[in-house]
């Protein structure tokens, strides 16, 4: 008799990778539990929520009856994760750590510890998604070594894995894992992905997993928690004072502690001001940030931007895009907002200009633009220059900004198919 497929799954704490956990030992897994311990200090009611966790995650493993361990990564995650949160910040742009955590946590640290020290044929989490592969296949891959480059060989790899939506769309999770390997994925189960969130809580209920089922969803930075943002950042930056400025008359409307505080598109609490405004530039070398009075004001519209490298899940890059240098698909810069069609064009170092079909609302350097193609997820890559807006355009301005909100790169020789700077 053949030994059981051994699946280490990653437990938070959470119903969702306790139901997880659940349903690989119902397939017959051999199941180990591992939480991670990422953040290293108490929340703002002096309580250490991760222990919290852990305790929870404990006793799903001790429900099932399957072995418990716990990790540290609360290094690797200051380096790899939060060092970047805090220099993206600085930076004037809006990061996005789950998704940076996925790539270098969980599906790098976590995975490797799976594979190496416990022995894993197979690693597992609680996201709601799914992979091109049937589970018997995730247990036939092996580890291989990819060799370093601009591109993978396109030959490297026969039938790579692709990563799919889940069932629940508006549960869907793709958008945080459109930065993991293909190693990782190619040995990664997701029980989830078929399921609605409705019928996780059921089988929980059903399964004695109570005390997860009654924890609220996480929010906030990943594995660090819902903070109070203002608060919790000025902790790490220094404050700079500057002011809000109407992009209509250049009023001064008032003081902020620090540019790095907001991103465009949220509402700017100005005291004294009843009606509400909203952020639709920073300028970087004044550290003022700009303000317009309206949700909809057509300065915070814009319909080009350029990522870094981006970062191809299955196809490096898709072959469509390569054999004609452009190519249809849809991009959300945000979980869950609706996608939007566009058009990318591939550029020689890997980066790509998207062109959306029509003007989307509050584009921020630092996000990522995540990329789909009916229901798989492509890849990801961080924005990291923007088109003028509609209200540039209309001022014709769009000469004087390429980048409005910050950001330190200068006009690319490589301009792509955006307005020539």
């Not at 995975?111 to 609680?126: I, M, Q």
């Not at 036939?140 to 692709?162: D, Y």
């Not at 078929?194 to 009654?214: C, M, P, S, W, Y």
Request: net charge positive.
């Amino acid at each position: 008799m053949l030994a059981a497929r051994h699946v280490v799954c990653a437990l938070s704490g959470g119903v969702d990778s306790a139901v997880a956990a659940l349903l690989l030992r119902r397939r017959g897994y051999q199941v180990t539990g591992v939480f991670m311990k990422n953040w290293d200090s108490l929340d703002e009611h002096g309580m250490c929520a991760a222990d919290r966790d852990c305790e929870d995650a404990y006793r799903v493993c001790q429900v099932l009856d399957i072995p418990f361990h716990q990790v540290s990564y609360v290094k690797e995650y200051w380096n790899e994760v939060f060092s970047d949160f805090l220099n993206e910040y600085e930076r004037g742009r809006t990061p996005n750590p789950d998704i940076v955590c996925n790539k270098h946590i969980k599906f790098s640290c976590f995975f490797r510890y799976a594979v190496d020290n416990l022995g894993a044929d197979a690693v597992a989490t609680g996201h709601y998604a799914r992979t091109s592969l049937e589970d018997e296949e995730v247990f036939q891959q092996k580890h291989i070594k990819r060799p370093e480059g601009l591109f993978r060989n396109r030959f490297e790899v026969r039938n790579p894995v692709k990563l799919l939506q889940a069932a629940d769309s508006f549960k869907d999770q793709t958008f945080f894992l459109s930065q993991v390997s293909q190693d990782a994925l190619r040995r990664t189960i997701f029980p989830l992905g078929g399921l609605t969130k409705d019928f996780v809580k059921k089988i929980a209920a059903e399964n004695r997993l109570h005390h997860v089922l009654q924890k609220k969803e996480s929010m906030g930075i990943c594995f660090v928690g819902k903070r109070n943002f203002e608060h919790f950042i000025l902790q790490y930056l220094q404050p700079r004072p500057g002011k809000f400025i109407s992009i209509e008359d250049n009023t001064v409307l008032g003081t902020h502690k620090g540019w790095f505080l907001y991103t465009l598109g949220q509402r700017a609490k100005i005291s004294g001001l009843r009606e509400p405004w909203y952020v639709v530039e920073k300028d970087a070398a004044k550290g003022d940030v700009l303000v317009a009075p309206r949700t909809d004001h057509p300065a915070l519209y814009r319909d080009l931007l350029r990522t870094s490298r981006v970062h191809w899940i299955a196809e490096e890059p898709p072959a469509a895009l390569v054999r004609d240098k452009m190519m249809e698909c849809h991009f959300r810069f945000r979980h869950q907002m609706a996608l939007v069609p566009c058009v990318l064009t591939l550029n020689q170092d890997g980066t790509v200009w998207v062109t959306a079909v029509k003007a989307v609302r509050a584009l921020a350097l630092g996000q990522f633009a995540v990329f789909y193609k009916g229901d798989e997820c492509l890849g990801s890559g961080k924005i990291l220059r923007l088109g003028p807006s509609a209200y540039t355009l209309q001022k014709g301005r769009s000469r004087a900004r390429v980048a409005p909100e910050g950001s330190s790169e200068g006009p690319s020789k490589d301009p792509g198919p955006g307005p020539t700077p």
